[in-house]
């Protein structure tokens, strides 16, 4: 069974800091890329940063470059994301994603065929 559990949401000042974690299993890890997606109230889901566990390429939308940093830990099959400097729109549902044979990495959501739950991230002002 495929499973993609997120962790680490919760409420934080702007300016502060939160890690999100995403324990995947189920599947091959090592051939996927994993994307973390968000979602806030009112508003389409975005990509926010990806990362290929083939070629450990990566991408971050300009909203959050210099601020989030995703990385990946092969050996535990978890994805991660440092979020730094957090604002008040960065508030959004954060999903964890993973697509089969990624090399380029894009927030195309077709192409992740899995999904998690979702964690809330609350940034107040």
């Known amino acids: 069974e495929v499973q993609l559990v997120e962790s680490g949401g919760g409420l934080v000042q702007a300016g502060g800091s939160l890690r999100l974690s995403c324990a995947a299993s189920g599947f091959t890890f090592d051939d996927y890329a994993m994307c973390w997606f968000r979602q806030a109230p009112g508003k389409e889901r975005e990509g926010v940063s990806c990362i290929s566990n083939i070629d450990g390429s990566t991408y971050a939308a300009d909203s959050v470059k210099g601020r989030f940093t995703i990385s990946s830990d092969n050996a535990k099959n978890t994805v991660y994301l440092q979020m730094n400097s957090l604002k008040p729109e960065d508030t959004a549902v954060y999903y964890c994603?993973?697509?089969?044979?990624?090399?380029?990495?894009?927030?195309?959501?077709?192409?992740?065929?899995?999904w998690g739950q979702g964690t809330q991230v609350t940034v107040s002002s």
């Open positions: 994603a993973a697509a089969p044979w990624m090399v380029v990495v894009t927030t195309t959501q077709y192409k992740y065929n899995y």
